[in-house]
């Protein structure tokens, strides 16, 4: 089957929260409105296996309503799930092999024994500007895998939320040096941007107030890279925190996405009231 034939499942994954949007393809290429399942995941488990759950259920439904054999999966996986590392620029590595070595290394450093378990990719292949490392869980992995297996599908990508969002939105970000921000229900997570090369990165769970701990989490990051402009550059996704009420004055001047140009993808999660009613379990 050719790829340009092949119908395209997007998928939004979270703790709580699964999204689901299926593009059909054809002469006439359309996209399905959004399904998308809220729920409550307990802590004392994996915080996957729910969500797992619910995208098969979800499938499976999909799948009996018009078969899904052969289409390409896309998952776009939230920060929850996402252990980083940035991998400053490397003069002495000549090729991708070396780079991704380099980069399990990276991850070795930071978070020790733990990444035999780990699934490990990085962002590009460019020694020389630096790059960003990622990594997920053996098992979800595999789950993911015999998930498009049972339904005869192709798993396409498996995709950071904080990369997905900042492909979608970079080409409008004009600024030699910015901060990047995705904000989600108890997590947040920002980068570093500066010169053309990824300079820092902070994935952590938010427990209080998210503007007071953003603002700290802001204020900390700009003192480990050793450099504070006096106004600082945020751009800031959070569709889940619609009422988020963050100040101008203290250094810091915040963008908010998504832009009227670019608009949010229809798989990614957003708040409103249909969002809570629908499908809510």
Not at 208 to 213: D, F, G, L, Q, W
């Amino acid at each position: 089957m050719s790829l340009l034939w092949r119908d395209r499942i997007q998928v939004f994954f979270a703790p709580g929260r699964v999204d689901m949007v299926r593009t059909f393809r054809g002469t006439k290429s359309r996209q399905s409105p959004r399904i998308s399942q809220v729920h409550g995941y307990p802590q004392d488990t994996a915080m996957w296996k729910r969500s797992l759950q619910q995208l098969e259920q979800m499938i499976e439904k999909e799948n009996t309503a018009s078969s899904l054999k052969g289409a390409e999966l896309i998952i776009t996986l939230s920060n929850h799930f996402i252990r980083y590392v940035v991998v400053s620029p490397q003069q002495e590595i000549t090729g991708p092999a070396e780079l991704f070595a380099y980069a399990n290394f990276r991850m070795r450093e930071v978070y020790g024994e733990r990444v035999e378990d780990w699934v490990v990719s990085i962002s590009d292949e460019h020694p020389y500007q630096g790059t960003l490392c990622a990594a997920i869980t053996r098992d979800l992995y595999s789950e993911f895998e015999a998930l498009v297996s049972r339904h005869r599908m192709k798993l396409r990508r498996i995709e950071p939320y904080l990369t997905a969002a900042f492909d979608q939105w970079c080409k409008s970000f004009n600024d030699k040096r910015f901060w990047f921000v995705v904000i989600e229900p108890e997590r947040l997570c920002m980068i570093l941007f500066s010169n053309s090369e990824w300079k820092g990165i902070r994935n952590q769970r938010v427990v209080h107030s998210i503007e007071t701990e953003l603002l700290a989490a802001l204020e900390q990051e700009a003192i480990n890279s050793g450099y504070r402009e006096p106004i600082e550059q945020v751009y800031l996704l959070a569709p889940e925190n619609p009422d988020l009420n963050l100040p101008s004055d203290k250094g810091w001047q915040f963008a908010y996405l998504p832009t009227e140009k670019i608009p949010v993808p229809l798989h990614f999660p957003s708040f409103s009231v249909a969002d809570s009613e629908a499908g809510h379990a």
